[in-house]
């Protein structure tokens, strides 16, 4: 593990120093769409009290600068299948953004949807030798977590230090100088494969940028959706995108599970196209403009033309019903949904105080779809729109867009992973002359 | 209707349901690193501001390093300025005095540096006052150019009031002690009450006044004398002297005119009248009255010189 902590540490630094430079990129890279917001950091917090804006949960210090999305090209389930075609994507949105913004942006801070993450509750515990926890202690004790195999090839994106026990008092968000014997903590580990990994950081590359940060593309939603009671009492995030459907689970501000249904938005235009023979521009179209999940007696009605080019009168002059549309539509959105309730059911998400599932992302869009999520998933659901965050643009700010905040957030406040620690000294080579500094720091 | 009825597709106006492909542009490699560059501040500054300072500063080096260019264009410059500053608008071309006298006028006459009719840019009018100003005669000069071309020179001379008689030779004062001129004697002006002695014209004021309240005797006033560079004496004709003490020369000298009137003082036999000492006045008689009274007491008589004459008879 020590050298995923050097190249985390070395994002870390990277996201350090370019906060001090003052402007940092957000790439949101999905299967639809290709999202790049610039925001600009100001340590003072001068962007207050702009427009009738209030401190907005502590995020308020820095503003977007620029923003752009594109159509996203050369992806497939939220994985880069096409390196030199998402190359050329994610080149026009930061072209467009860093248009917009008027600053050059050199650091980035990406997500990365797909690529089959997997999630993980660690434990570890020490013996306290001076009867109180200090800095080094919680080092030591997130090292000595005892990690499963992971599998061949697979990449640590995030591990996040859940919970502190010391002794018997479970819960502690911040166990420094408490006193006891014991220290105990959870740890919520989530990998993904280090291919897709590689490759999304080999295209950002490519483009001339450097990555300050990576994070998981539900852990982002997640944070721009859901809010800070949600995050505290517990919730579920349900983020439905165009290459697949992501969950994430939060309770007392931590995430404690992730997964990724590999059914999404992409998927349903394909549906459509079959079972209606359309192409499938035409299919997105009538997705997204007539698109539903409740049929209603005034749909059979509502026909709506589809043309075509294929020179055959017949073909091309075809008229359907929204309810068509709808048919076609409906079983693939309970397909996901119940994949869902699967992963949420995997989770252990029926034992959770509180079953709040707030759902977001471009399919959450869908007219009905709280009505049918409430049959499956359970009673408390709710829409969630991402966070509002200083200058951002109206059209911006829908749910398809709250993994870009949600990256935001993460930029300006990353919560503590495991790497944000001192390594703890044994794990140290024996030459290093600091090892013995830190000897005598400890026991002087 | 025509017989046969075209069923083929055409295309429609409105067609709303053919969803047009947008154009998918993305910037080349080239392009994205040209834009990100431009991007950069140290680029942007240097191509917005360097690169055209540097062709401006280029090109004018370049067309003023030939010597006969940079001739030209100074010689095109001053052409230009000559042109301007002798325009007819800007020329003067009389010089007006007022209040000088004939030989003030003449001295500031030939105190102008050129010849009328010349520009106005040529004549320094600061420069020309502070000259003028040099000259004793003049108080104070208002100089400037009035529209039409006309050089005016508002003077007004320092009025003459003393006469001072020092080792070098006799000065005209003013009020204020100033010089006005040097006379080569006396007689020039019969007019002026004379004062003489280091640091008269310091104390002219006072000498002023001493003359004003010299009324009764004014006609017999030969002048007055600093003495000391301190006090006044008051020279009477008839080898008469009134000293003045140091402060409060005005009422002694009042104070000695009323001794005058009231006992014809000055009338009779007495050289000097010694008020230094406000508070006991000491009179120096002449020699003939010593004379009276020594004969009187039987004391042998005085000489001219103020001694003891020998007695003829005793000595005969």
């Known amino acids: ?444 | 209707m025509p017989d046969v009825i075209d069923h083929r597709p055409r295309p429609r106006a409105d067609a709303p349901s053919s969803p047009r492909i947008k154009r998918d542009p993305a910037p080349s490699r080239l392009k994205y690193r040209l834009e990100r560059m431009w991007l950069t501040p140290l680029y942007r500054r240097l191509l917005r501001v360097g690169v055209p300072a540097f062709l401006i500063a280029m090109t004018a080096g370049l067309w003023l390093s030939d010597e006969d260019r940079r001739a030209t264009l100074t010689g095109g410059v001053t052409a230009l300025i000559d042109k301007v500053q002798s325009r007819e608008e800007f020329q003067v071309r009389m010089m007006t005095v007022e209040g000088a006298s004939p030989v003030v006028d003449k001295a500031l006459r030939a105190m102008l540096p050129v010849d009328l009719p010349a520009s106005s840019f040529d004549i320094d009018l600061p420069a020309l006052r502070l000259q003028v100003m040099q000259l004793d005669a003049i108080e104070s000069i208002d100089l400037r150019v009035k529209p039409g071309g006309i050089l005016s020179a508002v003077v007004t001379e320092r009025e003459p009031a003393l006469l001072w008689r020092h080792a070098r030779g006799i000065e005209i004062l003013d009020e204020g002690g100033h010089r006005v001129a040097g006379v080569t004697s006396r007689e020039v002006r019969p007019d002026l009450p004379l004062i003489a002695g280091d640091g008269a014209d310091l104390a002219s004021a006072e000498a002023l006044e001493l003359i004003d309240a010299a009324g009764p005797i004014l006609p017999r006033l030969r002048g007055l004398v600093r003495r000391g560079e301190r006090r006044w004496d008051v020279v009477l004709n008839h080898g008469q002297r009134i000293m003045l003490p140091e402060d409060g020369a005005v009422i002694a000298l009042e104070a000695a005119i009323a001794l005058d009137r009231a006992q014809d003082m000055l009338g009779r036999d007495v050289t000097t009248v010694d008020l230094r000492d406000p508070s006991r006045p000491v009179l120096r008689l002449g020699i003939d009255a010593r004379n009276t009274i020594r004969q009187a007491r039987g004391k042998p008589l005085l000489g001219p010189d103020g001694n003891i004459l020998e007695d003829e008879k005793k000595g005969g």
Request: hydrophobic fraction near 40%.
């Open chain 1, 1 to 444: 593990m020590a050298e995923l902590y050097q190249t985390q540490r070395a994002m870390r630094n990277m996201r350090r120093a370019a906060l001090q430079r003052g402007v940092i990129g957000i790439l949101d890279i999905g299967t639809s769409k290709i999202a790049c917001l610039v925001l600009k950091f100001d340590g003072t917090g001068t962007f207050r009290e702009t427009d009738g804006v209030g401190p907005m949960a502590g995020q308020a210090n820095f503003r977007v600068i620029g923003a752009a999305s594109t159509r996203s090209r050369g992806m497939r389930r939220g994985e880069i299948e096409t390196m030199a075609e998402t190359e050329r994507a994610i080149r026009t949105v930061v072209t467009a953004a860093q248009k917009l913004a008027g600053v050059r942006v050199d650091h980035v801070i990406a997500c990365l949807s797909g690529g089959r993450p997997a999630s993980y509750g660690l434990a570890g515990e020490i013996v306290l030798e001076s009867g109180k926890v200090g800095e080094h202690d919680v080092a030591s004790v997130l090292a000595a977590c005892d990690a499963p195999d992971f599998g061949r090839g697979r990449e640590v994106l995030h591990a996040q230090p859940v919970n502190f026990a010391v002794d018997n008092r479970s819960g502690l968000a911040d166990p420094r100088d408490h006193v006891g014997n014991k220290l105990a903590c959870d740890m919520h580990v989530l990998t993904v494969d280090g291919d897709m990994l590689g490759n999304l950081v080999q295209c950002i590359r490519r483009c001339d940028l450097e990555l300050a940060g990576i994070a998981s593309a539900s852990y982002a939603s997640a944070r721009a959706s859901l809010v800070e009671d949600e995050q505290e009492l517990g919730a579920a995030c349900i983020d439905f995108g165009g290459g697949g459907t992501s969950v994430s689970i939060f309770v007392k501000k931590h995430m404690i599970f992730s997964d990724h249904v590999q059914i999404g938005g992409a998927l349903v235009t394909q549906d459509i196209a079959q079972g209606l023979r359309v192409p499938l521009p035409m299919a997105e179209r009538l997705k997204t403009l007539n698109g539903g999940v409740e049929a209603t007696g005034r749909d059979d009605r509502d026909m709506i033309e589809v043309g075509g080019d294929t020179g055959d009168w017949e073909a091309d002059r075809r008229l359907v019903s929204r309810a068509d549309v709808i048919g076609v539509m409906r079983p693939r959105i309970e397909e996901i949904l119940e994949n869902v309730r699967q992963v949420l059911d995997a989770a252990g998400f029926d034992f959770m105080p509180s079953q709040q599932i707030v759902l977001t992302g471009g399919g959450s869009q869908i007219p009905g779809l709280d009505g049918l999520a409430a049959r499956i998933l359970g009673p408390n659901i709710r829409c969630g729109r991402p966070l509002r965050i200083d200058g951002l643009a109206h059209q911006l700010t829908d749910p398809s867009f709250s993994s870009a905040v949600g990256l935001a957030l993460f930029a300006a406040h990353p919560q503590d992973e495991w790497w944000d620690f001192e390594m703890p000294a044994e794990a140290y080579p024996a030459r290093s002359l600091r090892r013995a500094y830190r000897w005598f720091r400890n026991n002087w």
